[in-house]
């Protein structure tokens, strides 16, 4: 462990905690209308009452759908761990995902999940994730001397951080789960992941009904242009990858070779490759968010960046390989969990009840959502003290020591707990200090930031900084 703890580290001067970006609270609960058509559709972050920070529990009805909001940690606790046997992910959601992630593990139920997750589980064990610290240090690297290199050419200091790292962590899963071989570069595929996550996502009627099909909007069909074009090239690879005769022992092989034991060839090529698609995009675009996230916060807070800065200078100075320098951040890390409450990548966790159910005293029918938003949970105003101010020290270990388990869920909870935790916080706090360590970050003056929320949390219109040599 390192010596250096933030609490000794030399303040710059006292400064009010910096209120984040984040769209007004609405006095009223919006209507049906406000909602199928206005910004809300697109961002639903923008229709959130402020009641919703207050109360445990809001039952809300949308056309034929009930949905139950809970922010109360011990009926989360009841859903996701307790009595998760009695919820699935919706019907709902599961169609919309269908054609991009087909079985998937995030799609799958029942004894198709659990044989998959058994499958891949040893992937994402601590010790598997410590062994790609190096391969996160050495993209981190390449980022960073692209920044140093056009620094030295006075080319310019603004970048836009979250297609940095959202480069950067595609780099690293391409590398990671697919030895590089998926041949999907960020210059190929950024643009049509994100088509692909805005479009399918947007609230429509048809969505709602179940006639997604016949329900086609501009954005609709960009996005299954989009991922047309995605399955082909990952399409393309499985195939390679499956007739390789001395295949590279890597996540997909041991994917395809564990499914083909128990399923005739066709359907492990198919269901490797679903998985190559879930694992492709939920294990970068997710992480991508939460390291620009960060770095936006920081930008604004100069005391907080500066601890981060020389706690993860002195890390990198000691010598340490990459795994160990993890252990040396203990700054970076609350800062990195209160990115993640305060951004949570995942916005929205839902469930539907197999059977009937109770929770917070309100009957749950058989059929019916319960809705949990990590995005209200961790802004409530019963769970957190100033929840809407930028303050690491919510995840000082005295302070984590009160809260309950289940009032923090940026990597959800239970059984279907995110299988990449590991990797995505050891991914994460390898980019962001790498990149501390060496450069100072300040906002670009006039650009607004503004959170959306489709399938992944993200800054509108990217994450220009000025990114510049520490000194
Ligand atoms: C900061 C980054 C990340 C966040 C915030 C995040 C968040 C989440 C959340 C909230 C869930 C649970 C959803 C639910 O219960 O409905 C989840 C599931 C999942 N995540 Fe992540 N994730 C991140 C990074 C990753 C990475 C790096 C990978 C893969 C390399 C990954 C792969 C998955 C998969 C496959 C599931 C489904 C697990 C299952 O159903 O058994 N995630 N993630």
Redesign the pocket.
């Given at each position: 462990m390192t010596d250096l703890r933030y609490e000794d580290l030399a303040p710059i001067a006292p400064a009010p905690r910096f209120r984040p970006a984040a769209p007004p609270q609405l006095d009223h609960e919006p209507g049906f209308l406000a909602l199928m058509t206005g910004a809300a559709a697109k961002n639903p972050l923008v229709a959130i009452p402020k009641t919703a920070f207050d109360e445990p529990y809001r039952r809300l009805r949308f056309l034929h759908l009930v949905f139950h909001g809970v922010s109360d940690p011990e009926a989360i606790k009841h859903v996701l761990l307790d009595n998760a046997a009695n919820y699935r992910?919706p019907g709902l959601v599961r169609r919309v995902f269908r054609p991009m992630i087909g079985e998937s593990?995030?799609n799958a139920e029942g004894e198709s999940?659990k044989g998959q997750?058994r499958l891949m589980a040893r992937a994402f064990a601590p010790h598997a994730v410590a062994a790609f610290a190096p391969l996160f240090a050495e993209r981190a690297r390449a980022t960073a001397d692209r920044w140093a290199d056009r620094w030295a050419a006075a080319d310019s200091d603004c970048v836009d951080v979250a297609e940095a790292a959202t480069r950067t962590t595609l780099e690293v899963?391409d590398q990671a789960l697919f030895s590089g071989q998926s041949e999907l570069s960020f210059e190929e595929t950024a643009s049509h992941v994100r088509e692909f996550l805005s479009g399918s996502v947007e609230v429509r009627l048809g969505l709602l009904l179940g006639l997604e099909a016949l329900d086609g909007g501009p954005a609709q069909r960009r996005a299954r242009w989009a991922r047309r074009i995605l399955i082909d090239r990952m399409s393309a690879f499985i195939h390679r990858r499956a007739d390789e005769p001395d295949p590279p022992e890597d996540f997909i092989t041991r994917l395809y070779t564990g499914f083909l034991k128990e399923r005739p060839r066709a359907e492990a090529i198919q269901l490797t490759l679903d998985n190559a698609m879930?694992?492709f995009v939920?294990?970068h675009e997710?992480?991508a968010n939460?390291v620009a996230w960060a770095l936006y916060l920081l930008s604004r807070d100069r005391q907080a960046q500066q601890w981060a800065h020389e706690e993860a200078a002195e890390a990198w100075a000691s010598g340490a390989g990459p795994a160990e320098v993890l252990s040396r951040l203990p700054y970076l890390k609350m800062v990195w969990e209160e990115t993640?409450r305060l951004y949570?990548?995942?916005h929205r966790?839902d469930r539907e009840a197999i059977e009937d159910d109770e929770v917070c005293g309100h009957p749950v029918r058989k059929g019916e959502t319960v809705t949990i938003w990590p995005w209200v949970l961790h802004r409530h105003r019963a769970l957190w003290e100033e929840p809407d101010l930028f303050n690491p020290e919510n995840f000082d270990p005295e302070a984590k020591a009160q809260h309950h388990r289940y009032q923090y869920?940026?990597?959800?909870a239970g059984p279907?707990?995110?299988?990449?935790?590991g990797?995505?916080e050891a991914?994460?706090l390898i980019l962001l200090s790498h990149w501390l360590a060496r450069f100072h970050f300040r906002p670009v003056v006039g650009h607004t930031v503004a959170p959306c929320a489709d399938v992944a949390l993200r800054p509108q219109g990217g994450l220009p900084l000025i990114v510049e040599p520490a000194r």
């Open positions: 992910r593990l995030l999940w997750r899963i879930t694992f939920a294990g997710t992480t939460a993640l949570p990548p995942v966790i869920i940026p990597f959800g279907r707990i995110c299988i990449g935790m990797f995505a991914e994460g």
